[in-house]
């Protein structure tokens, strides 16, 4: 019996082999559709009904216009849907991509870097052009972005005495307003980069160099911004939503724990959906040593380098793009143009916003370089601890690292 | 001889389904992850084509022998897992063994009422909890009804050890191996650890309650009838009777509770992430993260040989202390 195990078990193991030749692919570019309507497949990370369907109906009149067809699925998890359809050479022709893992996307040759053969492609915020260029190259055309602002609750600002001028536009106001504050938690955001990161940016610091090729954590300016907030958290004028037993800041906020929150223009949505009592007023952020300064988030129309329809493609993205486009998308679902030329007419139709569409000129992006990932998320497990650790000693561990990751 | 050999056939052709299928599920793909462990392969495109860098055993020096963030992140993973499995394991077995003698008498309502947990969805459990142990949730609120100020669980990365023991000695901090400080390694699990163990611990008892159960019902009454005309006690009778008895689905129990905890996935995937501070991030969130977050499938799959490897280890390990000892 024992004799024949491992033929058998070798014979099972080649013929399975056999039907395994498939993976193998070229490495060639892929042959691209010349003739006929092209068939699109469009993979997006959703943040709810109203942008699914907003993006449908767009992708519908294009189809019409244009003669081809664009199916769109909204992803359970994008970065896995992602990673498995691109191991599977079969990765679908156009996806949301995160400004976030932007780089990692384009380091590994996923995508198409097709962003200035969009008409006009000098109208996104130069700043969002930034964010989605990897080693010189501008990959893929900015979706829309939002920015981080100050989010003030208006009635618990009258209840301290306070009024339109006591809103802070510098550290040193922001310190002395949230003294003034009392019964609840003056200031309130998430403890990680992507909110503790605007005091960085005001300092002039942030985490690499703008080309993402140098290791910049332990700056003099992160130092100090660190600090300020260190400051904050230890006489209480300010605390993470974690301990107001939050989520995140917007939901300290309308649950009215907090004054101030530091949030971004999603939080319409969510406080007309959740919190519809709570008043309050968007400002733009106090500005810090070094000026102004905010964080911007973004998604682009990813176009996949295996795409076999990437004239279809970028015709598609042509379309999502345009200013109307853009404007209808921002009724839809509440987020900004990423074009300029949009941001008139977008500031008309939503006055309130104003602070946050500015913030546009002034708003560093997530991280760009490839391999972050870990390091950064070992960043945030420093943050978290930022009221009983050394803040010079969470930076230097930053820097250790991301000059490692970089390699 | 020759009647031998069509057996042999006649058996492979009655086993050969069962080949395929394992040939082709498991060990295929774990000889294909084996092989990408040994990659820098970025996820574009086949790993079995040419033009994949091989690296060799690279992935595994860097989880070991090179020290940097993966390591670190790696080993952190390790000591959180193994404080996790030190507490599980003990802990449910126990809960398993008292909740199955005491079910033993009685009738079917405690039997469902003990097993609900186990076959209720994991990820919707973990969702309760985290209600629960939320700052101002039924958990602090009882503890405040006694006057207990409670943590906050879910944020609060303090290990227990390190807790009770209070100001570290230098002696600890300063030194350590493996890209951790002693301090590090013996801080034990964290707060927001605990919540996670006090979860586990309550849905997986009541599966393993079944099998003590079964076990139990399979005692012959008439041992413990004649252990009782001897005159042996309960407690007697319990730990020279019943528990010698119930040895082959102890083994069972422990070994299922090993492999199982060291596996834990969904509770962190969904309650914690890793954080806070990375004292819930255990070798298989950390190898899915690596993976599919990183793009580095290499180092992604390398993890999970490790812990493959630690299983199949700890697994011998309790097999050679649990062996049949000659008297």
């Given at each position: 019996m024992k004799s024949l195990a491992f033929p058998a078990a070798a014979a099972v193991l080649l013929s399975v082999t056999a039907c395994g030749s498939g993976f193998d692919d070229q490495q060639a570019a892929p042959r691209q559709q010349s003739s006929g309507p092209a068939a699109l497949q469009v993979l997006m990370a959703s943040s709810g009904d109203a942008e699914t369907s907003a993006v449908k109906q767009a992708a519908e009149a294009w189809a019409k216009a244009s003669g081809n067809t664009a199916t769109v699925t909204p992803a359970q998890d994008i970065h896995q849907q992602l990673g498995q359809a691109l191991a599977g050479s079969n990765p679908p022709d156009v996806f949301y991509v995160d400004a976030s893992r932007f780089a990692d996307y384009a380091s590994v040759g996923a995508?198409?870097?097709?962003?200035?053969?969009?008409?006009?492609?000098?109208?996104?915020y130069p700043k969002l052009r930034e964010t989605f260029t990897y080693d010189g190259r501008f990959y893929c055309a900015p979706k829309d972005f939002s920015t981080l602002a100050l989010i003030v609750n208006d009635d618990l600002w009258k209840k301290n005495g306070l009024t339109d001028d006591d809103i802070p536009t510098t550290w040193d106001e922001l310190s002395a307003v949230t003294k003034k504050?009392?019964?609840?938690?003056p200031l309130t955001f998430s403890d990680t980069r992507d909110r503790v990161g605007v005091f960085m940016v005001q300092a002039g610091g942030w985490i690499t160099s703008a080309d993402g090729?140098?290791?910049?954590?332990?700056s003099p300016e992160n130092l100090q911004a660190l600090q300020y907030v260190k400051g904050l958290l230890a006489g209480k004028q300010a605390q993470f939503a974690k301990a107001l037993d939050a989520g995140w800041g917007g939901e300290a906020f309308g649950k009215e724990k907090a004054a101030m929150t530091i949030e971004g223009n999603w939080i319409k949505g969510a406080m007309k959906a959740d919190y519809p009592g709570v008043t309050f007023s968007v400002h733009e952020l106090p500005a810090g040593p070094k000026g102004k300064g905010t964080l911007s988030f973004s998604n682009c129309w990813g176009i996949a380098a295996k795409s076999k329809n990437k004239a279809a493609a970028i015709s598609f993205v042509e379309a999502m793009t345009k200013t109307d486009q853009q404007l209808a998308f921002a009724r839809a679902f509440g987020v900004m143009p990423s074009r300029q030329s949009a941001k008139d007419a977008y500031l008309k139709e939503f006055p309130t916003d104003a602070a946050f569409v500015n913030g546009a000129d002034h708003a560093q992006g997530p991280v760009n370089a490839p391999k972050m990932d870990s390091v950064l998320a070992d960043f945030d497990a420093g943050l978290q601890q930022l009221a009983t650790q050394d803040p010079q000693k969470i930076l230097a561990r930053l820097q250790k690292n991301t000059e490692s990751a970089l390699g | 001889m020759r009647s031998r050999t069509r057996e042999n056939l006649a058996g492979w052709l009655f086993v050969a389904p069962v080949v395929v299928i394992l040939g082709l599920f498991m060990l295929l793909p774990i000889l294909m992850a084996l092989w990408v462990s040994l990659t820098g392969w970025n996820g574009q495109g086949s790993p079995f084509r040419a033009g994949v860098p091989f690296v060799g055993g690279d992935n595994y020096a860097r989880l070991f022998t090179e020290d940097g963030l993966a390591r670190e992140d790696f080993m952190t993973s390790i000591r959180n897992n193994v404080y996790y499995v030190a507490v599980v394991v003990p802990l449910q077995t126990a809960l398993a063994l008292f909740l199955a003698l005491v079910v033993?008498?009685?009738?079917t309502f405690f039997r469902t009422a003990f097993y609900f947990p186990s076959v209720t969805s994991s990820v919707a459990i973990s969702v309760v909890f985290l209600f629960i142990f939320s700052n101002s949730g039924a958990v602090n609120q009882l503890l405040a009804l006694a006057g207990v100020d409670g943590p906050k669980w879910f944020s609060d990365p303090r290990g227990v050890i390190q807790l009770l023991v209070g100001d570290p000695p230098a002696a600890l901090t300063e030194h350590g191996v493996l890209g951790l400080t002693w301090w590090d390694w013996l801080s034990g699990p964290s707060v927001a650890m605990c919540a996670i163990i006090a979860l586990v611990v309550w849905t997986t008892s009541g599966t393993f309650m079944l099998m003590f159960l079964a076990a139990l019902q399979n005692i012959p009454k008439a041992l413990d009838e004649a252990a009782m005309i001897d005159g042996a006690t309960r407690w007697q009778r319990f730990s020279r009777v019943t528990l010698p008895m119930l040895k082959p689905t102890m083994f069972l129990v422990l070994t299922l509770g090993l492999i199982g905890t060291w596996q834990v996935f969904d509770q962190i995937y969904v309650m914690?992430?890793?954080?806070p501070a990375k004292t819930t991030l255990t070798p298989a969130f950390l190898s899915y993260r690596t993976a599919f977050r990183d793009f580095d499938y290499g180092m992604g799959t390398a993890i999970s040989f490790v812990l493959f490897l630690i299983i199949v280890l700890m697994t011998l390990f309790q097999r050679w202390v649990m062996r049949e000892r000659k008297a």
């Open positions: 995508l198409e870097p097709y962003a200035d053969k969009i008409s006009d492609s000098q109208d996104f504050i009392k019964g609840v938690t090729r140098q290791a910049t954590g332990d | 033993n008498k009685r009738r914690s992430q890793g954080n």
